[in-house]
């Protein structure tokens, strides 16, 4: 699984971007696609996932109301459109996507994480 994202870039406090991050190579086995965010010396936190193939979505508290994420199937594209943008967003966005893969032994079954590159998002006061 590849993931590309775009969309970062500089704006205002209360001012919106959006997101993209598309995915290519085995998407059929994609279960879940999100984002996180991670700044300097501080762990890479969630920001959204949205599950593929069912309405299931979560959005971290610290953004719910402000931030939506939705997908395009027919492009295999996640969005986050973010609204309402604060300096305390500032960070570099990662595009995340889980890949879940039968056990051919009948186990519990396996499930691969991918990272797209980051896209800095820069909000000034």
């Known amino acids: 699984v590849q993931l590309q994202a775009s969309g970062g870039g500089l704006v205002q406090a209360g001012g919106s971007l959006r997101l993209s991050c598309s995915a290519s190579g085995s998407i059929y086995s994609i279960g879940t696609m999100g984002w996180y965010r991670q700044n300097p010396g501080k762990q890479r936190e969630l920001v959204a996932y949205i599950s593929i193939g069912s309405s299931r979505m979560k959005v971290a508290d610290p953004v719910k109301g402000r931030f939506t994420i939705s997908r395009d199937d027919a492009k295999n594209t996640i969005y986050l459109q973010m609204n309402n943008l604060n300096p305390e967003d500032t960070s570099v966005y990662y595009c995340?996507?889980?890949?879940?893969?039968?056990?051919?032994?009948?186990?519990?079954?396996?499930?691969?994480?991918?990272w797209g590159q980051g896209t800095l998002v820069t909000v000034s006061s």
């Open positions: 995340n996507a889980v890949e879940v893969v039968p056990n051919p032994n009948g186990g519990s079954q396996y499930e691969y994480g991918y």
